[in-house]
C-alpha cells in the first residue's frame, strides 16, 4: 500500500524560518496536503497541492512539491511560538477519491 | 467556512456501555464522510468511509459489527463504539469534504477522546 514518510521532530528559534519534509510512495498521488494537529484537537487544514505543480505560496507557507523524487516540504517562514504543534502530510490518488494516506507525524517545537 | 462539528469531545464511561458520537457538517452538506482512529503520538488511521444514504465502507481489520456507522442525512453522520472495552478507549476524529465541483479537500472535527474504565 501507500507509504507516507516524515522526521518525527523539528525545533526551530522563533523568527526562524521551518522546513517539514515528506516523502511518499504512491506515484499516483494527485493532491498533497498539509495539515497541523495541536494538541487535544482535530486536524486544520493549512494547504494542499496539486500533483502538477511544484510550488505553492500563501501568506507565510511556501509548498514545494518534486514530483520525481516523491518529496514535499513545507516551509513556515518566520515561525511563531503558535506555529508549535503536529504536522502530518497527506496524499490522495485518483483511484480512491478523498481517501487520505497521513504521513507519521513531525511534532514543530519552536523555542525562543 | 467548511466547519465540522464533533461531539461530545471527552466522554468516559464503563466497560460494556455503548457510545455514540455525532460528527455534523455545519455550513455545508457532504455527501462523504469518514471516521479516523488515532493513539497517542500516532498518525490518523482510517477506520470507514460513511456514505450518505447507504452502507459504510470500512478499511481491513475493522469490525464492522463494533463501530457502527449511520449516515443519514448530508450533514451527518454518527458512529457507535459498541459494547465498549478499555481496547477501545482512543482519539475518534471524523472529516467532510464539500459536496461540489473541482477538488474538495476534507475538513477535521476536533475529535472525541474515549476514555473505557
Known amino acids: 500500500g501507500e507509504d507516507v514518510e516524515q522526521s518525527l521532530f523539528l525545533s526551530v528559534r522563533e523568527g526562524d524560518s521551518s522546513v517539514i519534509n515528506c516523502t511518499y510512495t504512491?506515484?499516483?498521488?494527485?493532491?498533497l496536503y498539509w495539515y497541523k494537529q495541536e494538541p487535544g484537537a482535530g486536524l486544520q487544514l493549512l494547504t494542499y497541492?496539486?500533483?502538477?505543480?511544484d510550488m505553492k505560496q500563501d501568506q507565510r507557507l511556501t509548498v514545494l512539491l518534486n514530483k520525481k523524487d516523491k518529496h514535499l516540504s513545507l516551509r513556515i517562514a518566520d515561525t511563531q511560538t503558535g506555529d508549535s504543534a503536529i504536522y502530518f502530510c497527506a496524499e490522495t490518488d485518483t483511484g480512491t477519491a478523498s481517501k487520505l494516506t497521513f504521513g507519521t507525524g513531525t511534532r514543530l517545537q519552536v523555542t525562543l | 467556512g467548511a466547519v465540522v462539528s464533533q461531539h461530545p469531545s471527552w466522554v468516559i464511561c464503563k466497560s460494556g456501555t455503548s457510545v455514540k458520537i455525532e460528527c455534523r457538517s455545519l455550513?455545508?452538506?457532504?455527501?462523504?464522510m469518514f471516521w479516523y482512529r488515532q493513539f497517542p503520538k500516532q498518525s490518523l488511521m482510517l477506520m470507514a468511509t460513511?456514505?450518505?444514504?447507504?452502507?459504510?465502507t470500512y478499511e481491513q481489520g475493522v469490525e464492522k459489527d463494533k463501530f457502527l456507522i449511520n449516515h443519514a442525512s448530508l450533514t451527518l453522520s454518527t458512529l457507535t463504539v459498541t459494547s465498549a472495552h478499555p481496547e477501545d478507549s482512543s482519539f475518534y476524529i471524523c472529516?467532510?469534504?464539500?459536496w461540489g465541483q473541482g477538488h474538495q479537500p476534507q475538513h477535521f472535527g476536533d475529535g472525541t477522546r474515549l476514555s473505557i474504565l
Open positions: 455550513d455545508f452538506q457532504a455527501t462523504t
Open positions: 504512491d506515484s499516483s498521488s494527485t493532491y
Open positions: 460513511s456514505n450518505e444514504g447507504s452502507k459504510a
Open positions: 497541492i496539486f500533483s502538477n505543480m
Open positions: 472529516s467532510a469534504s464539500p
